[in-house]
């Protein structure tokens, strides 16, 4: 096993500050009053066996699975995206493969690797509004597949996979007797009636999620991920080795946030949804961006104009604007940047605005 290094988190921990930060991959912090915790919710231990059983329970209710068919982990996404990708190749013979969208956050892509397999990429294209090909799918299926890893909605374009889609390739996969993971977490963010998990498109699919994109509770990095029984029992066996139970304060303040998660959602999307239709009159007014306007999330991806490479729009923004975006290269797309809009309104509407006079200076 080889652990490469994570440019993207390398440059995301280590990037100077800036006044106006379009770079975060999530939305501003969630309040801790809104939890609702008293002195006596603190714990330093609690009834675990496989994860905090009402945790498990309220997830489960919430996605509309059995709390069977729900594995916990304390470091978010992230580290549920490591179970999700052990927990089906784990006994695979030499020479599995595992396809990986392009362009994708680049854990998923970097996951795979260090576990030793074999990674074929499919692309996803702006001028499809990286929609998923199925027929360029299908013709990477092959009797040595054992998983393929999609994002939904996409990181970093914000775009949605149908679960009619979704389903087609499950089946494509049960065909080689394969895995479908979905990174589901900005999901979360669409408004309105609340899309159904996509763990519901198969048998085979496994999905991973937490409460750090959509709800502003990065810190508490309670990830998740839903899947066949079969799989969460790997899982859990696997975090026997890795970390035998979760953190118990943790568990406690995500099971309260799962209980308040009504209200917490309400308060995002008073910033959120506004922010959508600020970035969509941005990108109808500056010509020179192309941008697939997502339906929601709170990232975008659009490709700059040629000749303008996203390092230099990038330095030229932090350092004369003070406005952070993050260059496209750490998404495999050297010609785009990737913009947040789940900050403050002003602060969007000032950081758009310096995107177009860094645009000026570069022309």
Request: glycine share 8%.
């Amino acid at each position: 096993m080889t652990f490469p290094e994570v440019s993207y988190l390398r440059w995301a921990k280590s990037h100077p500050p800036a006044r106006i930060n379009l770079a975060r991959s999530g939305v501003d912090a969630c309040p801790p009053s809104m939890l609702g915790l008293t002195s006596r919710d603190l714990v330093v231990t609690l009834p675990l066996h496989d994860g905090y059983m009402p945790l498990r329970r309220a997830i489960a209710r919430r996605y509309r699975v059995a709390a069977e068919q729900v594995f916990t982990v304390s470091g978010g996404t992230s580290f549920a995206n490591w179970f999700a990708c052990a927990a089906p190749l784990n006994g695979a013979p030499r020479g599995s493969e595992v396809i990986v969208e392009r362009p994708t956050y680049e854990p998923l892509l970097k996951i795979p690797q260090a576990l030793g397999y074999r990674v074929r990429r499919l692309n996803r294209r702006i001028d499809e509004d990286y929609g998923i090909d199925l027929k360029r799918f299908g013709r990477l299926v092959n009797r040595r597949t054992r998983l393929a890893i999609v994002s939904n909605l996409h990181n970093p374009s914000g775009a949605r996979i149908g679960l009619s889609t979704l389903r087609r390739m499950a089946a494509i996969l049960a065909n080689v007797g394969a895995v479908l993971l979905v990174d589901e977490v900005y999901l979360e963010c669409l408004w309105g009636r609340r899309p159904e998990s996509c763990v519901h498109a198969g048998s085979n699919v496994i999905t991973t999620n937490s409460l750090t994109k959509a709800y502003g509770l990065d810190g508490l990095r309670a990830g998740w991920m839903l899947g066949p029984r079969e799989m969460i029992r790997r899982a859990f066996l696997i975090q026997d080795l890795l970390a035998n139970n979760g953190v118990a304060p943790g568990e406690q303040m995500t099971l309260a946030a799962f209980k308040r998660l009504g209200a917490i959602r309400r308060r995002v999307h008073a910033t959120l949804d506004p922010n959508l239709d600020r970035l969509r009159r941005f990108f109808e007014r500056e010509s020179r961006l192309e941008a697939l306007v997502p339906e929601g999330g709170n990232v975008a991806f659009p490709r700059l104009p040629r000749g303008v490479g996203s390092d230099a729009l990038a330095e030229r923004l932090l350092t004369r604007y003070s406005t952070l975006v993050v260059p496209g290269r750490f998404f495999e797309s050297p010609r785009h940047i990737r913009i947040s809009y789940g900050c403050r309104p002003d602060l969007l509407e000032r950081g758009l605005a310096n995107i177009s006079r860094a645009l000026d200076d570069l022309s």
